[in-house]
């Protein structure tokens, strides 16, 4: 008698007699953003899901990433067992698998797309205690064969010999494909494997087989001899549904010999929806200048999408006055599709530079100058006076030999912070004939001793005397009170000094030079 199980739902076995005329869900989106919020799947029936970012009856575009899916719902027994068929092995080998006490391997090919509840999977991993998965949960299934189904993990998995297996004990773990598409089979060998933690005589010898196409597995099984408690079986991606063979399911085996299991695919009803989940935009937030300069502007822009929205009152694009750090967020709009991302910039600040200019106003022609103090700043400073254009940032922090006029200056610091201010230089030109008064300056150039001549006496006339440097700087001031004015500046710096006559009328202003 053929002995064929098929997996039950709500206690019941389905036979091919009661095949439904249709089977359907709804519930799914045809279009998605990666970020979406997942839908909840509405069967027909009592079936069950799968496909790429299905868990239960819920669908996560997240979990299943950009790209065309197929979700597919399934009624029916799903597997069956058939223990009828003859033990043989597949000669051969291929791919050592060195594993380790309690260890999964790494990602391993199958060699074909193989379906496996519903799903298609390309790569395996195999664990040292006898079982495959299709999605690695990184449990080995350590100590014994787990009773299915199971929602905890290992799950996704079809087990040949799961028990305390110990490979390191000696014996063959390989893999290889053999065969050619449509009807390609990838084989594995599990020979002469002992129990954890021996090296003593060999219990389990088996092979499993995926076949192509058919979607069928085959388990031969040479010998295995002790195995309590193993599970041999299938169970799916959430560990909701499963189907183990009578009597290995965690449980202590009889001992087998030429043992021969296959587990069928025999879905009877099914159908598949496509879902479109469409990538998020690649968003960038940038920001002109980081750290910022409290009270200075920045730009902030976005990147990578065609619209975006700021928070924090910044509009893509236009200037925005820093007034202290913070998070500036913003949200990107594809306008395709309409699927959003977010970036965000922590921009931090810093304090902008200060300054302060003096002048010396034209006396006798392009002789005018501003001074610039530096009061606060990051090194290193450029500047930029208007003078000369603007822009090229490779001017001196002061300017001298300047006519009277309006001038301009930015300082940059070593943060890109600016510091802007404006002076004016006046001009003495012409004022020298305003005073009313005549006088000579005997000897120039001098030592620093000269004497200041009037041609008429000063006693009725109030004028005051002042004599400054080139810097603007007094160094004498005095009341003019006789004819003559003896003067000692011999303490002062050599160069061109300014000697001022200066009465209700105006001033009148003669150099001398100081040796």
Known sequence: MKKILLIAFGGLFITANSIQAQCTFTGLNPVHCANDLPDNLVPSGSGFFAGPGVSGTTFDPVIAGPGT???????????????????????????????????????????????????NYT????????????????????????????????????????????????????????????????????????????SGTPMVKT??????????????????????????????????IALAVPGRNSAAWPSLVNDYVAFIPSTLCSSSQTVVVNPLPPVDALVSLNPGCIGETVIFTGAGADTYLWDNGVVNGDPYTVTGPGIFTVIGTEAINGCTNTDFVDLTTVLSPTISLSTNDEMFGNDGSVNLTILSGIVPFTFDWNNDGIGDNDDNND???????????????????????TATVGSQLGLTDLSGVTFSIQPNPSTGIFQIVFANEMTDINANLEIVNALGQKVVTNKVESKIIDVNITEQEAGVYYVKIITEKGTSIKSIIIK
Do not use: R
């Open 69 to 119: 899916h197929t979700i597919n719902y399934i009624e029916g027994s799903g597997y069956s067992i058939d223990q009828t068929g003859t033990y043989a092995l597949i000669p051969g080998s291929g791919t050592s698998v060195p594993l380790s006490d309690d260890q999964m391997s790494g990602i391993l090919p199958i060699g074909f797309s193989f379906n496996f509840f519903g799903n």
């Open 207 to 240: 092979q499993m087989v995926l076949n192509e196409t058919t979607n069928i597995i085959e388990i031969n099984t040479q010998y295995a001899n002790g195995v309590s408690p193993g599970t041999m079986g299938i169970e799916n991606i959430d560990g909701t």
């Open 399 to 421: 300017l001298g030999n300047i006519p009277a006029g309006t001038y301009i200056v930015i300082m940059t610091d070593g943060n890109g912070c600016h510091a802007t201010a």
């Open 123 to 198: 790569d395996f991993y195999l664990s040292s205690n006898g079982f495959i998965q299709f999605t690695n949960d990184f449990n080995s299934g350590c100590c014994s064969g787990q009773l299915i189904p199971n929602p905890f993990t290992p799950n996704n998995l079809i087990a040949f010999s799961w028990d305390d297996m110990y490979p390191p004990g000696g014996g063959i773990v390989e893999y290889f494909t053999t065969g050619v598409s449509p009807n390609q089979k990838l084989v594995i060998n599990f020979f002469d494997i002992n129990f954890c933690c021996s």
